[in-house]
């Protein structure tokens, strides 16, 4: 295995379909916007992201498709047939390619994993998953009791982002830390 196939790859896309008849794809984006699509120069398509079977490929053309959507072009890919095959397939990409966030602000890949604890120390749990809900994203939190919380991800919320120890440390507000 080589250095990039070891490197953590993230979910950048899905593929949804061919466009046109000479092996183009549709790609569903997968999080804030187009730009890890539209820059890569290699990408990953795998049943799952984490498919130890995924298979990197060069991407040899792209550009902007129906809203929240781009349109790719790999090497070796050629045809409608081809595409038919990678339908439904997740477009990865190495973490390390993905542009750097202003100071604040965090991919969601980064707070999986990270320990929620509230400013008096009570630990709450461990980000499991992340829900888009429109004004702000939600974590879902779960204890080793398998208690879960949801916790919106407002910057008043969310007090301190440590990704280096993993920690999430989250205001002690009336309601905000009940179970669901």
């Not at 730009?35 to 290699?42: K, M, Q, S, W």
């Not at 081809?82 to 993905?98: F, I, N, R, W």
């Not at 499991?128 to 910057?155: F, K, M, Y």
Request: glycine share 12%; with cysteine; net charge negative.
């Amino acid at each position: 295995m080589t250095a990039v196939q070891l490197q953590k790859r993230i979910v950048v896309g899905e593929i949804m379909g061919p466009h046109g008849l000479q092996g183009e794809v549709r790609v569903r984006i997968a999080g804030d916007g187009p730009d890890p699509l539209l820059n890569a120069e290699t990408l990953w398509l795998g049943k799952t992201a984490t498919d130890p079977e995924a298979r990197r490929y060069r991407v040899k053309g792209c550009g902007r498709g129906r809203k929240g959507e781009v349109r790719l072009r790999f090497d070796g890919i050629e045809g409608r047939e081809a595409v038919a095959a990678l339908v439904g397939m997740v477009v990865t990409s190495p973490a390390t390619l993905l542009p750097r966030l202003p100071e604040g602000e965090f991919y969601r890949y980064e707070l999986i994993d990270c320990r929620v604890v509230s400013e008096s120390g009570q630990e709450l749990g461990t980000v499991l998953e992340i829900w888009e809900t429109g004004a702000h994203d939600v974590l879902v939190v779960e204890d080793e009791d398998g208690v879960r919380r949801l916790i919106p991800t407002a910057s008043e919320l969310m007090k301190q982002v440590d990704l280096v120890s993993r920690r999430i440390v989250v205001v002690d507000l009336p309601g905000l830390l009940e179970p669901i």
